[in-house]
């Protein structure tokens, strides 16, 4: 079946360090792959995605490369904000129409 | 329009009584989903619907639980009998088409005591 697998929290960061959360997933054929992000008080957010291998998703300074190779979507940000804080989710789509999403990884970014 | 829509934002029932919650998703999306988010987890697939058809339901979704969208518009989820394991997130989602973004609602959080 379907798994994704995150690091685990929390992440404390300094204003403007640089950011991985890595994200590894198990499934059979050839999934999309997602960063969702969770603000306090707020609904599940698209941060960006990726439909094949190889490609990159990015938005707000936030990147993830699709390595098949080594089944992994690691989220970087190179100079992070206290406005970054929040909980990452990595999530996949199969074949089916459902998401799998990982436990959540919470970002907690000090001025 | 302003997005997904859930109501109630939260709920508190006492164990054995029965619970409904409502969807309104985003207009002309045709797919809407249902998901439970417990306390530090990842969310997790309940059930699906492609206009008013129930197309797949996840092994979660035990006999207490029932979801309809009558009409293909609003969606309701409704807990019968709730147990103290009920309590979590419920999430709802919709999006456009198989390969377009989901988008999310706020949850309605249930506690069952």
């Excluded at chain 1, 997933?25 to 997602?34: N, Q, R, V």
């Excluded at chain 1, 990015?58 to 993830?64: M, T, W």
């Excluded at chain 2, 417990?38 to 206009?51: D, K, M, S, V, W």
């Excluded at chain 2, 309590?87 to 069952?112: D, H, I, K, P, W």
Aim: positive net charge; glycine residues 10%; hydrophobic residues 30%.
């Amino acid at each position: 079946g379907n798994s994704v697998t995150q690091m685990e929290g929390p992440v404390t960061l300094s204003e403007e360090a640089f950011l991985t959360i890595n994200c590894t997933y198990t499934a059979t054929g050839y999934p999309s792959l997602f960063w969702y992000v969770q603000y306090p008080g707020e609904g599940l957010q698209l941060l960006l995605k990726a439909t094949k291998a190889d490609d990159k998703g990015s938005n707000k300074g936030f990147e993830a490369t699709y390595r098949k190779e080594t089944t992994s979507f690691h989220l970087e940000k190179g100079s992070v904000q206290v406005s970054d804080s929040a909980v990452y989710f990595c999530a996949l789509k199969n074949a089916g129409n459902m998401l799998t999403f990982g436990g959540g990884t919470r970002l907690m970014v000090k001025p | 329009d302003t997005g997904v829509s859930q109501n109630p934002r939260h709920k508190i029932t006492k164990r054995g009584q029965n619970v409904t919650f409502r969807c309104d998703p985003i207009s002309e999306h045709n797919r809407l989903y249902w998901y439970r988010q417990t306390l530090g987890q990842g969310p997790e697939f309940l059930t699906y619907f492609q206009n008013e058809a129930q197309l797949e339901k996840s092994r979660l979704l035990s006999d207490r639980f029932s979801a309809e969208r009558p009409k293909g518009s609003f969606s309701t989820l409704e807990i019968q009998r709730t147990e103290q394991g009920d309590s979590a997130m419920y999430l709802c989602a919709s999006s456009l088409g198989r390969n377009t973004e989901a988008f999310f609602g706020q949850g309605t959080r249930l506690t069952v005591v």
